[in-house]
């Protein structure tokens, strides 16, 4: 009697569905565009006649928003501040929180078309991950930029600056200056370090939880793997909060310290 | 570049769901975030509005008390002399009736006194014509003489004038 139901691995590799001239159109990214409409369609349908006296999906809809501004708030300790980042930080949570969940809706992942599923949990792919992950960095180097203006902002990699007063002072204060010198320009590799722990990070915890739930189903198909199912949507969930989370962290980073701008 | 390539990087998905990405960033920001939170500050100016206007009304409130307790007082202590103007006039007008009883009482006895005195005049002068009428009677009895007209009127005349010098 065989209990285990065999599946084939989801690919490392993104899996093609068609492609346009020589643009590939890849599942993750149609899962992507399927979550957008269901976003815009949550959004212009059901948010748009939010009331003032709120319903139960209201409610709930406003506990996670309220939830996630405090998150936010909680992390960047700055109301300010939360208030500037509060939308990519929201979108990055519900985003990753609802793609690592939505693979679930059974079926969905089978849908195929020219022998390849059309649907798959976008954050498997790593492309996914890196896009986002980029586009992160991205956006905190141009708030950063925003923050300390241009010379305040190169100044964060090559803090010429603190070496010339250094100097000025002391010797021993000029080679501090050097040695913050060495550590700014180790931050540009820091920018690309985030991009790389980021993606790789979220990748990797998605990308092992379907490898795992497809091994855990190649041993016992019955009951076992609702648990496993189960744990992984809190996984992903969780995972999404981690990511921008950490996005978060980074980005109150970037931002000039509230102390300094007080004083200018 | 290899180790990229091995976990499934390719630059075309990789740029696609960047875009997607920001696409999605785009809606929740104008869709979702944007109306939940316009809701929510709405929510909370109007109760923020509620509670101002629930303090105002309580110290509206304690004002409206207050002025009640000013009327209450004002129209208590107005009443209070009202009473005792009422009482004044009251007290003035019994002792304005009194005394006006009290002369009409006086004006009826001294009346009374008068038409007493008058009477006992009239009733003097008639019980002295008639003893004066008595006497000329016995008078003709004793002398046994004719008493005329005349003769009784001096008679009574004289009988008069010893009476009123007796008196």
């Known amino acids: ?264 | 570049m290899d180790v990229l390539n091995n976990i499934g990087f390719d630059w075309q998905v990789a740029l696609a769901n960047f875009i997607n990405f920001l696409i999605i960033f785009w809606i929740l920001k104008t869709w979702v975030f944007g109306p939940v939170e316009k809701i929510i500050n709405e929510r909370k100016a109007k109760i923020a509005e509620g509670l101002e206007q629930a303090q105002e009304s309580e110290k509206e409130l304690l004002h409206a008390k207050e002025a009640a307790t000013n009327e209450i007082k004002r129209a208590k202590s107005q009443a209070n002399q009202i009473m005792a103007e009422a009482k004044d006039t009251a007290d003035n007008q019994v002792a304005h009736a009194k005394d006006k009883a009290s002369q009409e009482a006086s004006a009826i006895i001294e009346k009374a006194h008068s038409q007493i005195e008058k009477d006992r005049v009239h009733m003097e002068k008639d019980l002295y014509e008639k003893t004066a009428g008595l006497v000329a009677l016995g008078v003709q009895k004793i002398l046994h003489e004719e008493v005329d007209e005349s003769k009784n009127s001096e008679i009574s005349k004289r009988a008069l004038e010893v009476l009123a010098q007796k008196q």
Not at chain 1, 203 to 221: S, W
């Open chain 1, 1 to 264: 009697m065989k209990f285990g139901l065999e599946r084939a691995l989801t690919p490392i590799q993104p899996d093609v569905v068609f492609t346009i001239g020589n643009f590939k159109v890849a599942n993750s990214t149609l899962m992507i565009l399927f979550l957008a409409i269901v976003f815009l369609i949550f959004g212009l349908t059901y948010v748009r006649k939010f009331k003032l006296r709120p319903g139960k999906l209201q409610s709930i809809v406003e506990m996670i928003y309220e939830s996630i501004v405090g998150l936010v708030e909680q992390i960047t300790n700055n109301r300010e501040h939360a208030k500037k980042i509060f939308p990519i930080i929201a979108s990055i949570l519900v985003y990753f929180a609802i793609a690592n969940v939505i693979a679930i809706i059974p079926g969905l992942t089978d849908i195929t078309y020219n022998g390849v599923a059309i649907m798959r949990t976008p954050t498997s792919d790593f492309n996914t991950a890196l896009g986002v992950s980029l586009a992160s960095v991205v956006a905190l180097n141009i708030i950063s930029f925003r923050s300390y203006g241009f010379i305040g902002y190169l100044g964060t990699f090559f803090n010429l600056k603190g070496v010339y007063r250094g100097f000025k002072k002391s010797v021993m204060d000029g080679f501090m200056g050097l040695i913050d010198l060495f550590v700014g320009l180790l931050n540009i590799i820091g920018e690309v370090a985030k991009v790389v722990s980021l993606s790789f990070r979220l990748f990797g915890n998605v990308y092992a939880g379907q490898v795992l739930a497809i091994i855990i189903m190649g041993a016992f198909a019955y009951g076992l793997p609702v648990v496993w199912t189960v744990m992984s949507s809190f996984t992903g969930i969780l995972q999404g909060m981690v990511f921008a989370s950490l996005v978060a962290v980074y980005y109150t980073l970037a931002l000039k310290p509230v102390e300094e701008t007080t004083k200018e």
